[in-house]
């Protein structure tokens, strides 16, 4: 009764020995990797982002930050327009006092006067009523001038004399007559009685310019 008591308790042990080390074995290869089907889904860097579309259907791909529009790039800047230059139109020269066959040239220099101060109104400081030249020639009616100074005795004009107003010239010889005046170069630009346009007489050069000065009949 013992031996058989004890055979049977034996195979129980067999059997339950041979039960759990298949169990073991089971359990062993359902939980050999737990991580081996979660790495694709655990890691974040793996999801892929979808968005949907006007259309109603996903797509994927990775989000950009827009970027930012320069605003320089569309900015218009507007043109200038550059006017007139005022001050080259204030004053005369003799470049643009000798165009125009009709221009009276002698409403300032050369302008008619009966004294001084009728000349210092049109020519500011300094302004001369002459009557004659070195008593050679009368002025008939008078004619406005300012003085003006040659360098030496070898010049008899300077063209637009810096001691000239109005971009007038020097005419005369130094030591004996010296004048401001316009140029001319035809006489229809001296609208005086007893003034046509010519050199100056008995001192100018050949290739001297002409000017709007007494008639020869003026000579005394």
């Known amino acids: 009764m013992r031996t058989l008591a004890c055979t049977t308790l034996v195979c129980s042990l067999l059997l339950a020995c041979s039960g759990d080390g298949n169990m073991a074995t089971t359990q062993a290869s359902k939980t050999a990797d737990p991580t081996a089907d979660s790495d694709s889904s655990s890691d974040p860097s793996n999801v892929t982002a979808s968005n949907p579309t006007s259309d109603g259907t996903q797509t994927s791909g990775t989000t950009q930050t827009p970027g930012t529009t320069d605003a320089a790039e569309g900015s218009t800047t507007a043109p200038t327009t550059a006017g007139p230059d005022t001050d080259a139109m204030s004053t005369g020269s003799s470049s643009t006092g000798t165009t125009g066959g009709d221009t009276n040239l002698m409403t300032k220099y050369g302008a008619p006067c009966t004294t001084d101060d009728d000349c210092i109104k049109l020519l500011g400081p300094g302004g001369l009523c002459l009557t004659d030249i070195l008593g050679v020639y009368n002025l008939p009616g008078g004619y406005c001038s300012t003085d003006c ?9 300077i ?53 709007c000065l007494m008639t020869e009949d003026n000579k005394i």
């Open 149 to 157: 100074d040659f360098p030496d005795q070898q010049q008899t004009y």
């Open 159 to 211: 063209p637009m004399a810096p001691d000239c107003k109005l971009g007038a010239d020097c005419i005369g010889l130094m030591g004996f007559f010296e004048g401001c005046t316009f140029p001319c170069t035809d006489s229809s630009q001296c609208q005086r009685d007893g003034y046509e346009c010519r050199q100056m007489p008995e001192i100018s050069n050949p290739a001297d310019p002409t000017y």
